[in-house]
């Protein structure tokens, strides 16, 4: 790492990053449409830091092994996530956001949420997960195709909304779809133009989002204060939760989050955590398990098994096997967050190159996923990789990073790791799916993040009695 990482000034001869050839005035925009490729094609032709352009932005790019290792590691002391978040924050008319947050009050507020992400919130609440997903399943055409990205949209969001808000955004889950994903693509990865958001449709989205929001705060502060345990004994009909949780880190630490257009975001971040993410690897799962029918035999032989004598325990979800390694191969192969936005805030030199204070930087997290010397046959939907005694390199430190790298990383992976898996067993247990049209390849939609594209259908060729 020495021979890669310098600090400011120690050579003050050090050149700036190579750039990535592209067009006149577009750069590499065009080259966007498959960023995690984009990336791969550049770090192997450049190296570990390049620059690339996308109109009249100019980004850093760190990417590999040796740049997750250093991300990791001097993440805090080099880079803040606040400037890219700005346009964000403003158009939901907040100061501050965990997002946006670094230091102190950022290790606090994510402190004060771990409990409401936990794998512990979903293990309580199995049932209620199923009993969802079983919903949503029956409502399936045996006709019409219908897409997988939407239809485990619906799943996922609202599982997360009862079991960790204890309310169900049922009303509202077009709005939240819709609005999340302009929201994101405008303000967040900037592949849509900003006159999306003065979109009535998307305006009408907006306001029904925090129309949401508001009932689900009323609904928890009409009860008793206090820390969760009594707000949930008020009502015999939930479940200490995430608001819980929050409510109550907002009084302790007010000033964390000082307005109340900030706690309202606080509330709306569960409910879009997963509309993209969560969603986009269950729909990549389900591609990967379709083209695969000996993985699928296998996934649907343990998914019956873990409903053998009725609903599942933790210990059950738990002794998954094959689900949870198909898993991280499509968190692997598909990821959803190839990079990370992140701004300078102190010059630093890296592998023989100097990044100054005020850079828009970009960090590709995910290109090891798919380079040889970690992965043999990187393009191989292959689910052995993570048996014991073989486990390649997934945990190697700067190799596997699905969820990110730095104190920004995902606070629900560990619950999200567990939802994805007790999901298609649910689906593979009630259904038995025919991909249509049945030779369909995988496109990948970059809006707002990599997900499959709305042509990838499925329709429900048998149903099982459960």
Same mark, same amino acid.
């Given at each position: 790492?020495?021979?890669?990482?310098?600090?400011?000034?120690?050579?003050?001869?050090?050149?700036?990053?190579?750039?990535?050839?592209?067009?006149?005035?577009?750069? @590499?925009?065009?080259?966007?449409?498959?960023?995690?490729?984009?990336?791969?094609?550049?770090?192997?032709?450049?190296?570990?830091?390049?620059?690339?352009?996308?109109?009249?932005?100019?980004?850093?790019?760190?990417?590999?092994?040796?740049?997750?290792?250093?991300?990791?590691?001097?993440?805090?002391?080099?880079?803040?996530?606040?400037?890219?978040?700005?346009?964000?924050? *403003?158009?939901?008319?907040?100061?501050?956001? $965990?997002? %946006?947050?670094? +230091?102190?009050?950022?290790?606090?507020?994510?402190? &004060?949420?771990?409990?409401?992400?936990?794998?512990?919130?979903?293990?309580?609440?199995?049932?209620?997960?199923?009993? $969802?997903?079983?919903?949503?399943?029956?409502?399936? %055409?045996? $006709?019409?195709?219908?897409?997988?990205?939407?239809?485990?949209?619906?799943?996922?969001?609202?599982?997360?909304?009862?079991?960790?808000?204890?309310? %169900?955004?049922?009303?509202?889950?077009?709005? =939240? =779809?819709?609005?999340?994903?302009?929201?994101?693509?405008?303000?967040?990865?900037?592949?849509?133009?900003?006159?999306?958001?003065?979109?009535?449709?998307?305006?009408?989205?907006? &306001?029904?989002?925090?129309?949401? !929001?508001?009932?689900?705060?009323?609904?928890?502060?009409?009860?008793?204060?206090?820390?969760?345990?009594?707000?949930?004994?008020?009502?015999?009909?939930?479940? /200490?939760?995430?608001?819980?949780?929050?409510?109550?880190?907002?009084?302790?630490?007010?000033?964390?989050?000082?307005?109340?257009?900030?706690? $309202?975001?606080?509330?709306?971040?569960?409910?879009?955590?997963?509309?993209?993410?969560?969603?986009?690897?269950?729909?990549?799962?389900?591609? *990967?398990? !379709?083209?695969?029918?000996?993985?699928?035999?296998?996934?649907?032989?343990?998914?019956?098994?873990?409903?053998?004598?009725?609903?599942?325990?933790?210990?059950?979800?738990?002794?998954?096997?094959? !689900?949870?390694?198909?898993?991280?191969?499509?968190?692997?192969?598909?990821?959803?967050?190839? &990079?990370?936005? #992140?701004?300078?805030?102190? /010059?630093?030199?890296?592998?023989?190159?100097?990044?100054?204070?005020?850079?828009?930087?970009?960090? &590709?997290?995910?290109? /090891?996923?798919?380079?040889?010397?970690?992965?043999?046959?990187?393009?191989?939907?292959?689910?052995? #990789?993570?048996?014991? +005694?073989?486990?390649?390199?997934?945990?190697?430190?700067?190799?596997?990073?699905?969820? +990110?790298?730095?104190?920004?990383?995902?606070?629900?992976?560990?619950?999200?790791?567990?939802?994805?898996?007790? @999901?298609? *067993?649910?689906?593979?247990?009630?259904?038995?799916?025919?991909?249509?049209?049945?030779?369909?390849?995988?496109? =990948?939609?970059?809006?707002?993040?990599?997900?499959?594209? %709305?042509?990838?259908?499925?329709?429900?060729?048998?149903?099982?009695?459960?």
């Amino acid at each position: 790492m020495d021979t890669l990482v310098q600090q400011k000034n120690r050579n003050h001869k050090a050149l700036r990053p190579p750039l990535a050839k592209g067009l006149p005035v577009l750069g @590499n925009a065009l080259e966007f449409s498959d960023m995690d490729a984009f990336l791969r094609k550049k770090y192997l032709e450049l190296g570990p830091i390049f620059r690339i352009r996308a109109l009249n932005m100019e980004f850093v790019v760190l990417a590999g092994r040796e740049a997750n290792l250093f991300f990791s590691k001097e993440a805090t002391k080099y880079f803040t996530s606040a400037q890219a978040l700005q346009d964000f924050n *403003a158009e939901l008319g907040v100061s501050r956001s $965990i997002g %946006s947050m670094d +230091g102190p009050d950022h290790a606090k507020y994510r402190n &004060a949420s771990k409990l409401g992400y936990s794998l512990a919130m979903l293990e309580q609440q199995l049932d209620q997960a199923v009993a $969802i997903a079983r919903r949503e399943v029956a409502s399936w %055409s045996t $006709i019409k195709p219908q897409p997988v990205f939407y239809l485990m949209q619906r799943i996922i969001i609202q599982q997360i909304g009862l079991l960790l808000t204890n309310y %169900s955004p049922y009303e509202y889950l077009d709005d =939240i =779809i819709l609005f999340s994903r302009i929201l994101i693509a405008t303000k967040t990865t900037r592949l849509r133009p900003e006159f999306m958001t003065y979109l009535p449709a998307y305006r009408r989205a907006k &306001a029904r989002v925090f129309e949401l !929001l508001r009932k689900v705060i009323a609904a928890h502060t009409t009860e008793p204060s206090g820390d969760r345990l009594k707000a949930a004994a008020a009502s015999e009909h939930r479940h /200490p939760d995430l608001i819980d949780d929050l409510l109550q880190f907002m009084k302790q630490e007010p000033e964390i989050l000082p307005t109340q257009e900030d706690r $309202i975001l606080a509330v709306m971040n569960p409910f879009l955590a997963g509309v993209d993410t969560a969603a986009s690897t269950a729909a990549f799962l389900l591609y *990967a398990l !379709l083209k695969h029918p000996e993985i699928l035999e296998q996934a649907t032989f343990e998914a019956n098994a873990l409903f053998a004598n009725g609903m599942p325990t933790p210990d059950s979800l738990r002794r998954l096997d094959v !689900l949870p390694r198909a898993t991280l191969e499509a968190l692997r192969m598909y990821p959803i967050a190839p &990079a990370v936005f #992140r701004s300078v805030t102190v /010059p630093f030199e890296f592998a023989g190159y100097r990044i100054e204070a005020g850079q828009r930087a970009l960090i &590709a997290t995910t290109v /090891p996923h798919q380079l040889p010397e970690f992965y043999p046959n990187p393009f191989q939907f292959d689910i052995d #990789r993570y048996k014991k +005694g073989r486990e390649e390199h997934h945990r190697q430190p700067g190799v596997f990073a699905p969820f +990110g790298l730095d104190p920004h990383m995902c606070l629900g992976m560990n619950f999200a790791q567990a939802l994805i898996p007790l @999901n298609i *067993a649910t689906i593979l247990q009630a259904v038995r799916l025919e991909m249509v049209p049945a030779n369909y390849q995988l496109r =990948i939609d970059l809006i707002p993040t990599p997900s499959p594209d %709305s042509k990838f259908q499925i329709r429900v060729a048998q149903r099982f009695e459960l």
